[in-house]
């Protein structure tokens, strides 16, 4: 069992930038691919960027390619999403999330088993 606390959201400007970390406890984090994903208001959640195990992949929704960048940090159990750029409508709840890291479910919801609550991002113009 993955507990995931996410923290980092908040208001901000358009143009402005943010970093969500997100601290995993539990065993084998490292046996993890990491996740963020969102969910802008009245919409479904939403594929943000990925991150393998090992942290040789990563993947991004080409929403955000260019303008966030997923990290993490084994040995501390975290993971972060910098957020350059920011537009209105990446404004969402950010959740960071936890599976295997089935490659054909690395975008989506089901491959991924652990959720954290959620932390709101809001991007005014």
């Known amino acids: 069992q993955v507990q995931l606390v996410e923290s980092g959201g908040g208001l901000v400007q358009a143009g402005g930038s943010l970093r969500l970390s997100c601290a995993a406890s539990?065993?084998?984090?490292?046996?993890?691919?990491m996740a963020w994903f969102r969910q802008p208001p009245g919409k479904e959640r939403e594929f943000v960027a990925c991150?393998?195990?090992?942290?040789?992949?990563?993947y991004y929704a080409d929403s955000v390619e260019g303008r966030f960048t997923i990290s993490r940090d084994n040995a501390k159990n975290m993971v972060y999403l910098q957020m350059s750029s920011l537009k209105p409508e990446d404004t969402a709840v950010y959740y960071c999330?936890?599976?295997?890291?089935?490659?054909?479910?690395?975008?989506?919801?089901?491959?991924?088993?652990?959720w954290g609550q959620g932390t709101q991002v809001t991007v005014s113009s």
């Open positions: 539990g065993p084998a984090f490292s046996a993890y691919t």
């Open positions: 991150m393998t195990r090992s942290g040789g992949g990563q």
């Open positions: 999330a936890a599976g295997v890291g089935i490659v054909n479910w690395l975008r989506v919801r089901r491959g991924y088993d652990y």
